[in-house]
């Protein structure tokens, strides 16, 4: 089958991680009163990130060189599980992936750096906080693995963008006859 360059779209899939809390305490990361510190408040909490979050990715992935699959929601609570069954379902789909853009909604450095070495796709993550993005990309690059981070949504479209031509360039065939 012939391709056209320009039809060659990077598939992009968005893993969304957040962290609800299943007992009321209070902690390093987590502070508040009453209803502040129940369940029902974090997963009301994380359905407002989680519809920010997919807010933000139509705003800035509009190019039509992306195709943004539905991304892929991680409900952590703080127990911090990663079991081979939640890394097998994150990865269904991953042969048709591209590159990874991970959310920095919950702790996820422990999730994505075994996602990451099961899958071996590229990672970015969605720009956000600074020193998370500092950790996750830390401990990633530390085991030769694919992740980059950007401080603004314009660096990491046109990291997107390049990504694409080098999709692009890997799936060229030339013809090339030979004179005489």
Avoid at 12 to 33: A, N
Avoid at 83 to 96: G, I, Y
Wanted: charged fraction near 30%.
């Amino acid at each position: 089958m012939i391709h056209l360059g320009k039809d060659i779209k990077l598939n992009i899939k968005p893993l969304l991680v957040t962290l609800r809390h299943d007992y009321v305490f209070e902690g390093p990361c987590r502070m508040g009163k009453d209803f502040e510190l129940t369940r029902e408040f974090d997963d009301m909490a994380n359905q407002e990130l989680l519809k920010g979050a997919r807010e933000e990715l139509a705003e800035n992935l509009t190019s039509p060189h992306f195709h943004v699959m539905e991304p892929y929601w991680v409900d952590r609570n703080e127990e911090f599980l990663v079991t081979p069954e939640l890394l097998a379902d994150m990865a269904k789909d991953s042969d048709q992936v591209d590159v990874y853009l991970v959310g920095p909604m919950g702790r996820l450095t422990d999730l994505i750096i075994d996602f990451a070495q099961k899958v071996k796709k590229p990672m970015i993550e969605i720009p956000g906080p600074q020193c998370m993005q500092t950790i996750l990309i830390a401990a990633t690059r530390a085991r030769g693995l694919e992740t980059y981070s950007y401080r603004t949504w314009q660096e990491t479209i046109d990291h997107l963008e390049v990504m694409r031509v080098a999709k692009m360039l890997r799936e060229t065939r030339v013809l090339c006859a030979a004179r005489f």
